[in-house]
């Protein structure tokens, strides 16, 4: 009994995940546009990966990866043909949020395993850590891919920002909307 509500907690948790993602994704999309090469100032997508992962664990991985990956295929459209280089940078982007709190954790700064011990600045800290990582991780696979005419310095910028600017926006609203809408269905 114990294993199987395990299971079904472990696919609630992953099909969340993958519907933030897939959410930020019709968003951004809806408010600013997207164009691989040289990416969005509104990278929502980047928030929504990093709020599953502070809420869940890694244990969403999955969720995520499916949700990128789709999201890139479906929504974006943005692998130029190329569905092998696309998926490869889909996994990467998923893999981001986690990989920067891994290398924030062993490196003692935030220990993001217990949410009760963390603030915003710390999420903050996380968020532009997980940006830069992420924008050199997407600059190196599509670089490498020779199916985009990248830019490195607009890619990099609009990347940078774009992810910043879309992490702090998710995580804020949902910190800010999160308590009305607990308090309300307390009511």
Known sequence: MYRMKNYKDLT??????????????????????????IGTYLYLPIGAK????????????PGVMVSC???GVVLFNS??????????G????????????????????INYSGLE????RHILFLIFFTA???SLTRFAIYAKSEVFSINPVDFLGHYLVGDMIGGIVVIWTILKILPFIVSAARA
Do not use: Q
């Open 90 to 109: 889909a996994i990467m982007g998923a893999i981001a949020p986690l990989a920067s709190m891994w290398i924030i954790e062993k490196l003692t700064l």
């Open 50 to 61: 990093i709020l599953v992962f502070l809420l869940f664990g890694r244990h969403v991985l």
């Open 12 to 37: 609630i948790n992953n099909l969340i995940a993958f519907m933030a993602v897939f959410l930020a994704s019709i968003l951004m999309i809806n408010l600013s546009g997207y164009d691989v090469e």
């Open 69 to 71: 990956i789709f999201c």
């Open 117 to 120: 011990n963390i603030n915003f």
């Open 132 to 134: 830069i990582f992420h």
């Open 79 to 88: 692998w130029g043909g190329n569905f092998e280089w696309g998926a490869f």
